[in-house]
């Protein structure tokens, strides 16, 4: 029987979680509600969640705050270390571009201003849902090998696990997974950021749409020697981005040295 999504509504507004939470059910998902990030806790100890739609401007704890715990630690109970790679959807304030930028940065997915049209989460949802599920993978290349090799580097579209040259798992966002992901399956190609989005999101580009930028930063932090002086994703200065090394394709993913047993495979969510 096919699993049916788990999604856990954040929101301190009881009025707002009470529509997306009837709403989602309406559509063929789970949907649990929390006020706020203790309530969140408490759910995500005792429940595996599939994806979490997180407001930013709440009392007390903030979603900004949440979403950088989560990504930094994960949550103890069914989730487990699995919370810090779970998707997560901002809700921000309407033209509030600083929080949009922030929480990328602090590793959410997807973002919505508010006010919004129900309809148009539910679309966000199952996209980033889609790409957690299908390995990153495109539409087309089913066939094609999982495993990734570049620059000592392994990326294993199946398993969503990003291997460095010493053998150690690199913890990455289902956002920064998607990005890497695309730009590695197309080396050498100057991509731009409306068709970047596109791959990675599966939406046009708004105005001043900065979410790709601040995924690469996020990305070089953790796969260039120097950030400051990028070797493997390339400026492409009036272009976009370049995934600049030689990749090779191979579906046996090769051992770890580091700890081969580990199981850190799916990318953060």
């Not at 401007?57 to 930094?72: N, V, Y």
Request: with cysteine.
């Amino acid at each position: 029987m096919e699993k049916t999504p788990h999604i856990l509504i954040v929101d301190d507004d009881r009025e707002i979680r009470d529509l997306l939470s009837r709403f989602l059910q309406k559509h063929g998902f789970r949907a649990t509600t929390a006020a706020d990030g203790r309530d969140m806790r408490k759910i995500l100890a005792d429940a595996k969640i599939d994806l979490i739609v997180l407001d930013v401007m709440m009392p007390g704890e903030t979603g900004l705050q949440i979403c950088a715990q989560l990504r930094a630690q994960g949550i103890p109970g069914p989730s487990g270390a699995g919370a810090a790679r779970t998707p997560i959807i901002m809700l921000t304030a309407a033209g509030e571009d600083t929080d949009r930028i922030v929480g990328l940065e602090m590793g959410a997915d997807d973002y919505l201003p508010k006010p919004f049209n129900p309809r148009e989460l539910l679309a966000r949802i199952r996209a980033v849902l889609r790409r957690s599920e299908d390995g990153g993978r495109p539409i087309g290349e089913a066939d094609a090998p999982m495993i990734l090799h570049f620059d000592g580097w392994q990326l294993d579209l199946g398993a969503r696990r990003l291997t460095g040259p010493e053998g150690n798992d690199i913890d990455l966002s289902a956002g920064e997974f998607d990005l890497l992901s695309a730009l590695a399956q197309r080396p050498r190609r100057v991509l731009s950021r409306d068709q970047l989005l596109d791959l990675c999101k599966g939406r046009a580009a708004q105005p001043f749409d900065r979410s790709i930028d601040v995924q690469v930063g996020r990305l070089r932090r953790k796969v260039e020697r120097d950030p400051a002086e990028p070797k493997i994703i390339t400026t492409v200065r009036g272009g976009g981005y370049m995934f600049a090394p030689e990749v090779t394709r191979g579906g046996k993913r090769a051992s770890s040295t580091a700890n081969p047993a580990a199981g850190v495979g799916s990318a953060n969510a």
